[in-house]
């Protein structure tokens, strides 16, 4: 099977993904998933499998946010592995457009060239992602 090379694990992860959910575009969100993929949440001890339970997740996120932004992403690839670790920035506004920011960690795992692993590890103790 063919593998991603570094641009490639690197557009999926910031580009596909992240700029996806920034637009709140599910379909282009999931497009980026494989289908048994896995969130785990890993500073809240929760996880969310499969395209469905992820879809429920993401469009709580979206309803709850007015602005979502995700951004100043910093990344060590490791392409034998197909797995990339995105340091990043992120704002969110929700309904009162009160503003949260914070920086989190992301570990991406990949497999039939698409995300099948995200391990999150946030700065906040309110999860917007529950």
Not at 101 to 106: D, F, M, Q, W
């Amino acid at each position: 099977m063919d593998m991603l090379n570094l641009n490639e694990l690197e557009d999926i992860a910031v580009n596909k993904y992240f700029g996806n959910v920034d637009k709140k575009n599910l379909e282009g969100v999931l497009s980026s998933l494989n289908s048994d993929i896995s969130i785990n949440i890993v500073t809240d001890h929760l996880t969310h499998t499969g395209l469905d339970e992820v879809s429920k997740m993401l469009l709580g996120y979206f309803e709850n946010y007015n602005k979502l932004w995700h951004g100043n992403f910093r990344s060590i690839i490791d392409e034998k592995k197909q797995s990339i670790v995105l340091k990043f920035d992120w704002k969110i506004n929700d309904k009162n457009n009160k503003e949260d920011s914070g920086s989190n960690v992301n570990v991406f795992y990949f497999e039939k060239n698409k995300i099948s692993k995200i391990w999150i590890y946030m700065s906040t103790q309110d999860n917007p992602l529950k």
